[in-house]
T-cell receptor, first 111, second 114 residues
């Protein structure tokens, strides 16, 4: 079955530490890939997206993500986390004209 | 100059009532969507309209009826509300319905059915 998996339901990191959020997908072909962030009480904001080409994509707020075809993964990274990064992060895939979202990873940042 | 706006932000109502949520986008996009986010934060698409025509209609009870009076608006009407309808409903829009069209989300409407 087609799916998007975010294995980590909740992650806690210290401010200034590095961050990696995992995303794996299961589709027949490489879909278009996205990361969104949802701050408390807010809608979803696009962080970055991958369609083709360079497998390392840069996004807003200092985030980047790397597409690894062999692992069917699109992990989100940030070298140094800020307290304002505390939010819910959603990976999404678009194999056709429809988005499918993962179940999200909640990020807590401690001082 | 909010790109995708929804009203109301919060909606508390009794079971059995009928309610509507409105969505407007000022991005000039052709395609609009409704998503439901449940208590576990799972996001699932409900409907999509492209140029006022329904193009995606997932398995949603027919108590839910979307209406698109024009390209910039997509409203969601819910009849005979049930407890299980409690969720956050997100509207989104995209330039078109193509593969590369990114979706932009509204702030959400938190619906609580008592």
């Amino acid at each position: 079955a087609q799916s998007v998996t975010q294995p980590d339901i909740h992650i806690t990191v210290s401010e200034g530490a590095s961050l990696e959020l995992r995303c794996n997908y299961s589709y027949g072909a490489t879909p278009y890939l996205f990361w969104y962030v949802q701050s408390p009480g807010q809608g979803l904001q696009l962080l970055l997206k991958y369609f083709s080409g360079d497998t390392l994509v840069q996004g807003i707020k200092g985030f980047e993500a790397e597409f690894k075809r062999s692992q069917s993964s699109f992990n989100l990274r940030k070298p140094s986390v800020h307290w304002s990064d505390a939010a819910e992060y959603f990976c999404a895939v678009k194999p056709g004209n429809q988005f499918y979202f993962g179940t999200g990873t909640s990020l807590t940042v401690i001082p | 100059d909010t790109a995708v706006s929804q009203t109301p932000k919060y909606l508390v109502t009794q079971m059995g009532n009928d309610k509507s949520i409105k969505c407007e986008q000022n991005l000039g996009h052709d395609t609009m969507y409704w998503y439901k986010q449940d208590s576990k934060k799972f996001l699932k698409i409900m409907f999509s309209y492209n140029n006022k025509e329904l193009i995606i209609n997932e398995t949603v009870p027919n108590r839910f009826s979307p209406k698109s009076p024009d390209k910039a608006h997509l409203n969601l009407h819910i009849n005979s509300l049930e407890l299980g309808d409690s969720a956050v409903y997100f509207c989104a829009s995209s330039p078109g319905a193509g593969l590369r069209d990114t979706q932009y989300f509204g702030p959400g409407t938190r619906l609580t059915v008592l």
